[in-house]
């Protein structure tokens, strides 16, 4: 069993729906979960950040942890096609980031 | 402005031959990374520095090499020991402390071999 599972899609959803993107692991020990978002050919940029269960808001993004159950999740609300990405779920125990375990990430299309 | 600058932007190799990918940072953050990033495979750590003139091999170091000698730049080295180097490279800086997991990352670079 991979440390980090994450369906690659491609996930196809309409302008304006609400989107949900997850993560399950296998590693108790994971403290902090981040989502990056990658454009095309980009580098990946950092979403959300969150220590240890519970939930977070940043405007239109929700990052959902559940520990109990391993298993983490972005949501997306009003989705825009700029939206449009691959969205990497990444996990760490603590003690920096050469300890971090990334997904290989979920491509979101958001239909116009 | 602050940030991560990757060049080039599109690198080609030939077979036997040294490549070099150049990484420079303004963030001031003292930990530095490089990634490989293979279509369906995610991101994999090659090797990482957490002060000057030290570093630490990642999951796939072998084929590789890089340098320290500056807080600003962290140079990857793709050797011709390394057999399929074609992939989209990365390079990301964190800072220390309570934030040391936040990657900043650069725009990448993309290496073909001809």
């Known amino acids: 069993q991979k440390e980090v599972e994450q369906d690659p899609g491609p996930l196809s959803v309409p302008e304006g729906a609400i989107v949900s993107l997850n993560c399950t692991y296998s590693n108790s020990a994971f403290q902090y979960f981040m989502w990056y978002r990658q454009y095309s050919r980009k580098g990946p940029e950092l979403l959300m950040y969150?220590?240890?269960?519970g939930n977070k808001e940043d405007g239109r993004f929700t990052a959902q942890v559940d520990k109990s159950s391993k298993y983490i999740s972005l949501f997306i609300r009003d989705s825009q096609p700029s939206d449009s990405a691959t969205y990497l779920c990444a996990m760490s125990r603590g003690g920096g980031a050469d300890g971090l375990t990334f997904g290989k990430g979920t491509h979101l299309i958001i239909q116009p | 402005d602050g940030g991560i600058t990757q060049s080039p932007k599109y690198l080609f190799r030939k077979e036997g031959q040294n490549v070099t990918l150049s990484c420079e940072q303004n963030?001031?953050?003292?930990?530095m990374y490089w990634y490989r990033q293979d279509p369906g495979q995610g991101l994999r750590l090659i090797y990482y520095s957490q002060i000057v003139n030290d570093f630490q091999k990642g999951d796939i170091a072998e084929g590789y090499s890089v340098s320290r000698e500056k807080k600003e730049s962290f140079p990857l080295t793709v050797t011709s020991a390394q057999k399929n180097p074609t992939a989209f490279y990365l390079c990301?800086?964190?800072?220390?402390?309570?934030?040391?997991?936040?990657?900043?990352f650069g725009s990448g670079t993309q290496l073909s071999v001809l």
């Open positions: 963030l001031n953050h003292d930990a």
């Open positions: 990301a800086s964190s800072g220390v402390g309570v934030t040391n997991e936040k990657l900043f």
């Open positions: 969150t220590y240890s269960s």
